[in-house]
């Protein structure tokens, strides 16, 4: 690159070591910080507080709106819900037809097997075709 007012290639500058930087780098946020800190002592002192009776005063006037604005929204909440129940929105829909499906369970000594059925079945009816004949 050339410097625009005399037509000389600029030159580089020699980069600093990497601990410079770190030590520029703090030394410039300590900076910052100060000027700021110094600044917002500066807004502290300019502050108007309040004295004693008027905060107490604020502070009562802050907590009495605070409950009548509960007490407005718990009528509101309680005015709807009153409307809402009476007009059937909470009461649960009549449950749709459900099929159920059973599992067949373990069966226990006293229940007859499906083998023992088949066998019952099919003696049955062998003993119908022998006394049929």
């Known amino acids: 690159m050339a410097d625009s007012k005399t037509n000389k290639p600029a030159k580089k500058k020699a980069s600093k070591g990497g601990s410079n930087r770190f030590a520029a780098y703090f030394k410039r946020m300590g900076k910052g910080l100060s000027a700021f800190f110094a600044g917002m002592k500066a807004e502290i002192k300019r502050i108007m507080w309040p004295d004693r009776k008027r905060l107490i005063q604020s502070t009562a006037t802050v907590l009495a709106i605070i409950v009548i604005a509960g007490a407005i929204l718990f009528a509101v909440d309680s005015l ?54």
Request: charged share 10%; aromatic share 4%.
């Open 80 to 133: 709807l819900g009153g409307v809402l129940s009476a007009v059937g929105f909470y009461t649960p829909a009549a449950p749709a037809e459900t099929t159920t499906t059973t599992v067949a369970a373990e069966t226990s000594a006293t229940e007859p097997t499906v083998a023992q059925v088949a066998e019952t079945t099919a003696a049955a009816a062998a003993s119908e075709t022998t006394a049929a004949n």
